[in-house]
């Protein structure tokens, strides 16, 4: 029946995308079409298209991780060379079930924290690389890191669940656990517990720690949420993301909040791709002085799920970047992919967080395993 579905959407794609106006004017050439869907091509099932350790199989609910400590198995080859699947089962066979144990005490406490975790690896990737300098605190020698940028400041969380993790490693095996491996792995259980365990899969490591974070690089590579689609997909492809990592990975937007400023001058424009209710309602909301948040997805905020799939093709949604996912024919018809095809989305998700989170890895010539996270070693 979903494919069935996606199918007669499919068909009448044209009129769907219709209703979108790209949010700022493209610059550069917009995106080939693709042409019209043949009615009888069958939807690709994504069974058999993803990595072994990206698990297929949805579990009711989340289980609380083992203390049992494993017998260390050889370490799995990644399709990451410097990355490899149980890369602390020699050296720290406990490290994941603590990471994994900080993540859950903190979201079951505060489900935000977990959104604010999955960003924190975002926005530490595609900064410097995923190497942990958007950790770094503030010095006499670096007074503006990439913590104190706009895009981070004051809206990026998580830190203290970091710091938490860090602290219990250091205790059991330290010197051991790469901060960055720490952000990786806390993103990895942040989504298997916001998505109720549907999200579930292993994430290689082994990288090293940064010692440079510059707020000015924050601005430079974090994409802001009024680009237009072109600009999205060439700010993916320079850390080596294609469209469909583009689309899959803007689904994370299905839970947190954001600051109104974040939206509020697209809101101004009354756009088509906002559903006239959806922004009269956000203008009330908006209509203070203190920069209010509101939630992502108002019908499942606290949930890691598929939903702002169908919030783009409702059109409730808040920036001109996810509206621009309708503005070609192609992302549109991943767009409405990830919306009916029951599951698609989630293991697209887990294959896209891996490849992430293998973005210009740190060596031994430029990185270490710092003792804290906040601060470089001396």
């Given at each position: 029946m979903a494919t069935l579905a996606v199918l007669v959407l499919f068909a009448s794609l044209g009129a769907v995308t219709a209703q979108y106006s790209s949010p700022a004017p493209d610059a550069t050439p917009a995106v080939p079409s693709l042409?019209?869907?043949?009615?009888?091509?069958?939807?690709p099932s994504p069974k058999g298209a993803f990595p072994s350790y990206i698990s297929p199989v949805a579990t009711p609910t989340p289980s609380p991780p083992s203390t049992a400590t494993p017998t260390p198995p050889s370490p799995t080859s990644s399709p990451y060379a410097e990355l490899r699947l149980g890369f602390y089962m020699r050296s720290c066979p406990q490290a994941e079930n603590i990471i994994r144990e900080a993540v859950r005490s903190a979201t079951s406490k505060n489900p935000g924290i977990g959104a604010g975790l999955i960003r924190l690896h975002f926005h530490d990737c595609f900064v410097q690389g995923c190497d942990a300098s958007v950790l770094l605190d503030p010095t006499p020698a670096n007074p503006q890191p990439e913590k104190l940028s706009p895009p981070n400041f004051p809206s990026l969380r998580g830190f203290e669940v970091i710091d938490l993790a860090k602290e219990a490693l250091e205790k059991v095996c330290p010197g051991r656990v790469s901060c960055a491996d720490i952000v990786a792995f806390a993103a990895r259980d942040a989504a298997f517990f916001l998505s109720r365990a549907r999200i579930n899969f292993q994430m290689p490591a082994g990288r090293l720690d940064g010692r440079v974070s510059l707020s000015s690089e924050a601005l430079q590579f974090l994409p802001p949420p009024f680009f237009n689609l072109s600009q999205l997909i060439t700010n993916f492809k320079a850390k080596n993301l294609d469209e469909d990592d583009l689309v899959v990975l803007s689904g994370a937007h299905t839970i947190g909040v954001s600051h109104c400023s974040s939206f509020t001058g697209f809101l101004a424009l009354n756009p088509p791709a906002m559903e006239p209710a959806f922004a009269a309602q956000l203008k009330r909301k908006c209509n203070v002085s203190n920069d209010p948040t509101v939630m992502q997805?108002?019908?499942?905020?606290?949930?890691?799920?598929n939903r702002y799939?169908?919030?783009?093709?409702?059109?409730?949604?808040?920036?001109?970047?996810?509206?621009?996912?309708?503005?070609?024919?192609?992302?549109?018809?991943?767009?409405?992919?990830?919306?009916?095809?029951?599951?698609?989305?989630?293991?697209?998700?887990?294959?896209?967080?891996?490849?992430?989170?293998?973005?210009?890895?740190?060596?031994?010539?430029n990185g270490e395993i710092r003792r804290m996270c906040r601060v470089i070693n001396n």
């Open positions: 042409g019209p869907t043949p009615a009888a091509a069958p939807v997805d108002i019908a499942t905020p606290d949930q890691l799920d799939y169908t919030n783009i093709l409702k059109r409730n949604v808040l920036f001109a970047s996810d509206a621009a996912l309708m503005s070609s024919q192609r992302t549109s018809i991943k767009v409405l992919e990830n919306a009916f095809i029951p599951s698609r989305w989630e293991m697209k998700f887990a294959r896209a967080m891996v490849k992430m989170a293998a973005i210009e890895l740190k060596t031994a010539a």
